[in-house]
């Protein structure tokens, strides 16, 4: 197969497309219900974990 041939028919990229879509809405969900615990004071130790390991570092 050379660089120009053609992609693979059998494989559906919308559905990878929507797949991928919605794994980064339910993360996006997740990222916002911990910063709501944290926020209200009800978030665990483990919770301030996964906030934290989620972070952006600068």
Do not use: C, P
């Amino acid at each position: 197969m050379g660089i120009f041939s053609r992609r693979n028919s059998d494989v559906d990229v919308n559905a990878d497309l929507d797949a991928y879509e919605e794994a980064k809405r339910q993360a996006s969900d997740y990222s916002q219900a911990l910063h709501d615990r944290i926020v209200d004071g009800t978030a665990t130790r483990q919770d301030k974990k996964a906030w934290n390991a989620g972070r952006r570092r600068r």
